[in-house]
């Protein structure tokens, strides 16, 4: 897989991207079938072996899917947690690495043996990074593309506005450029290409559709929220993410107790108070797309809006630039 051969096989240059305890193979198999990249983190197993499993369920289905249809399906892509926290992640990557995963998303640590490992079979490599010292870090290991998580994504997001991070990026890393963070339709994919990245990264709005994993309260919540119920605390996890407040509420949060990030000290990371409560599947992440999400869709219907509304937005920006250039 190279960066030529992903776009040939792209409709859009979308990548759903990959979510704790929301996306699973039916999700990924929709996406990649739909000509986008569809991806999940190795974690969603519980065992390597489990991990397994699933990719060999997605193996199959696009090759069953590719061997029937007049097109190819989009390449996947697995996430790794690459930290000392995951004791998984060399097992998980040998197992990457034996059935020859396409793409592979690392998160937190770049390290030099995943590229050399991924590199070896002619994957490519993608890295996540919410700050330019990581994303110089993540350079010089030799990824192939770096994605800049900024403020207002789901999970663990940044805290940098989008055309800052792109732009620092952008002005030492001449290869791939993915822009996660509040993307929601296909005029934001056309936005994003706009302004210097090259692909879009899509989380909460793929929380909300037929094929996620996410319970339907859950997708139910995010339907009602604006970006205004999306709360941004180091205190759920240890770092700091965005969270839903209703669910935050209703796992007995003292909301005025929670830490905010930007300090030395993040604080405490606290419990979810409310017995028999957990963190990520009780307390529900999204990003602040939330705000303009008010359906769950197939992939299908989704993915053929998206093009339509990234085509129609290139049409219109073209025709407002049209008056400038006189
Ligand atoms: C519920 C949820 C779980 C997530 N889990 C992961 C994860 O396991 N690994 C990862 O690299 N990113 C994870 N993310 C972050 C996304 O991959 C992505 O960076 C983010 O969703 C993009 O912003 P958006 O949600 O505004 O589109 C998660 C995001 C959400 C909303």
Redesign the pocket.
């Known amino acids: 897989m190279d960066i030529a051969t992903l776009d040939q096989q792209l409709r859009i240059p979308l990548i759903a ?6 996306s699973g193979p039916e999700l990924v198999l929709s996406c990649c079938q739909n000509n986008i990249v569809g991806s999940f ?1 190795s ?2 197993r519980r065992t390597t072996e489990e991990f397994e499993e699933w990719l060999v369920e997605i193996k199959v289905g696009l090759k069953t899917y590719n061997e029937g249809s007049s097109k190819t399906a989009a390449p996947y892509a697995v ?1 790794l ?1 690459v930290h000392r926290t995951n004791p998984r992640w060399k097992a998980d990557l040998a197992v990457c690495v034996k059935h020859e995963v396409p793409i592979i ?1 690392t ?1 937190l640590g770049a390290a030099t043996e995943v590229v050399e490992a991924v590199h070896s079979y002619g994957g490519l490599v993608f890295h ?1 990074v919410t700050t330019p010292y990581h994303a110089r870090k993540a350079a010089n290991a030799g990824v192939d593309g770096i ?1 800049a ?1 900024c403020s ?6 940044g805290a940098t506005n989008p055309f800052a991070l792109v732009g620092e990026i952008r002005a030492f890393f001449d290869k791939s450029i993915i822009l ?5 339709s296909g005029k934001d994919i056309a936005a994003a290409l706009q302004m210097g990245a090259d692909y879009a ?5 793929f ?1 909300n559709v037929q094929e996620s994993m ?1 319970p339907r309260a859950y997708q139910d919540m995010i339907v009602e929220a604006d970006s205004s119920q999306i709360i941004y605390t180091p205190s759920v996890t240890g770092v700091p993410a ?1 969270f839903l407040r209703p669910s935050l509420v209703a796992a007995g949060y003292d909301l005025t107790a929670l830490g905010a990030p930007g300090k030395v000290n993040y604080g405490e990371k606290l419990k979810p108070p409310k017995e028999g409560t957990k963190t ?1 599947v009780d307390t ?6 939330c705000g303009v999400i008010d359906d769950i869709p197939t992939v299908t219907q989704l993915v053929d809006r998206m093009e339509e509304e990234f085509k129609t937005s290139l049409e219109e920006t073209i025709q407002k630039a049209k008056k400038y250039t006189n």
């Open positions: 991207s990959p979510m704790f305890l929301v983190p974690v969603n996430n947690v998303i998160s996540d994605i998580v207002g994504a789901g999970g663990h997001s996660g963070g509040a993307l929601s990264y899509m989380g909460t709005r929380i996410a965005n990520w529900w992440s999204a990003g602040h797309g």
